[in-house]
């Protein structure tokens, strides 16, 4: 199970945390990450971080301003999301990763940035 | 980064087969894979690895990569199958996947 929190509205320029709850897989043997899409439009990957949280990268429409991190005691998956634009407005997917697909998906989280 | 092409529509007769394409520049070194994505639901991974069917993928979904191009053929289509369909390679430069613009499939 895959399962993400912490969507909602945001005014642009706020914050929002985004966690992703896992159960039932070795959740430390995975790289996770964190896909959106937009209202009406494609798959956008936007971050990825490795086992052990020392490696992360970033869509570069994201660098500076989302932070990728992981805590493996929790099982769980997160994404500090800050300086929030519109363009950010989309469900943001929370995505086990296995050989460089995402053979797991969580049902998502709406984050809409509007005043 | 790298760039994935994919029309943004394809039609195809209940019964007959479905082929989706994924234009890619020597995508042939790349593995691909294929999500496919209903209304108000997460996408679900069809196909992995150019060719392989996740347990529960029926065998009517199959996949081929040459070239500069990646195929997702759906045979013996039916009304069920209407969906949009990614492609997806991983991105060695960014280390990030990188996502085709979509298809969303049309059973007539």
């Known amino acids: 199970q895959v399962e993400e929190s912490g969507g909602g509205l945001v005014q642009p320029g706020g914050s929002l945390r985004l966690s992703c709850a896992t159960s039932?897989?070795?959740?430390?043997?995975?790289?996770m990450s964190w896909v959106r899409q937009a209202p009406g439009k494609g798959l956008e990957w936007v971050a990825n971080?490795?086992?052990?949280?020392?490696?992360?990268y970033y869509v570069d429409s994201v660098k500076g301003r989302f932070t990728i991190s992981r805590d493996n005691a929790k099982n769980s998956l997160y994404l500090q999301m800050n300086s929030l634009r519109a363009e950010d407005t989309a469900v943001y997917y929370c995505?086990?990763?296995?050989?460089?697909?995402?053979?797991?998906w969580g049902q998502g989280t709406l984050v809409t940035v509007s005043s | 980064s790298y760039v994935l092409t994919q029309p943004p529509s394809v039609s195809v007769a209940r019964g007959q087969t479905a082929r989706i394409t994924c234009g890619g520049n020597?995508?042939?070194?790349?593995?691909v894979h294929w999500y496919q994505q209903k209304p108000g639901q997460a996408p679900v991974l069809a196909v992995y690895?150019?060719?392989d069917r996740p347990s529960g993928i029926p065998e009517r979904f199959s996949g081929s990569n040459s070239g500069n191009t990646a195929t997702l053929a759906i045979s013996r289509v039916e009304a069920g199958d209407e969906a949009d369909y990614y492609c997806?390679?991983?991105?060695?430069?960014?280390?990030?996947?990188?996502f085709g613009g979509g298809t969303k499939l049309t059973v007539l």
């Open positions: 020597n995508i042939v070194i790349k593995s």
């Open positions: 971080i490795n086992q052990d949280g020392s490696e992360k």
């Open positions: 997806q390679v991983w991105d060695t430069s960014s280390a990030l996947g990188v």
């Open positions: 995505a086990k990763v296995t050989a460089g697909r995402v053979d797991y």
């Open positions: 690895d150019d060719s």
């Open positions: 039932g897989i070795t959740f430390t043997v995975y790289w």
